[in-house]
């Protein structure tokens, strides 16, 4: 995932916070905005009472990986902030992979294939 393609600045998160809309299984909490940027961006966001750093690596390698091979279907010129919930921890990659699948389809933010 190239540096165009990371959503870095809380003024950044904060602007999809407010104005994205927000959907969310047990897993994972997806907040998606429309962008003017070509290529959709990725914000991550795991807290330390998920688990320890390796935990917290670990998940977010899970979900860049599982958008790094959705990206064919994921809708262009869209910001994606992915938060974590504590359920995520216990996950291997791909119940992970599923889980997101399942919030991006509840989100339309996949295209149909």
């Known amino acids: 995932m190239n540096k165009q393609q990371r959503i870095k600045k809380n003024k950044e998160f904060q602007q999809i916070f407010k104005k994205?809309?927000?959907f969310a299984n047990?897993?994972?909490?997806?907040?998606?905005?429309?962008s003017d940027q070509p290529e959709f961006r990725l914000g991550l966001s795991v807290s330390k009472?998920?688990?320890?750093?390796v935990t917290r690596n670990r998940i977010k390698r899970y979900i860049r990986q599982t958008f790094l091979e959705l990206k064919d279907d994921l809708k262009p010129?869209?910001?994606?902030?992915i938060i974590a919930r504590q359920q995520?921890?216990?996950?291997?990659?791909?119940?992970?992979?599923?889980s997101l699948e399942h919030v991006l389809k509840i989100a339309r933010a996949l295209t149909k294939k």
Request: charged letters at 30%; aromatic letters at 12%; a positive charge.
């Open 77 to 81: 010129n869209t910001d994606y902030v």
């Open 26 to 34: 047990r897993q994972f909490i997806v907040y998606v905005l429309k």
């Open 88 to 98: 995520a921890a216990e996950m291997d990659f791909h119940e992970s992979k599923k």
């Open 20 to 22: 994205g809309k927000s």
């Open 49 to 53: 009472k998920v688990g320890n750093a």
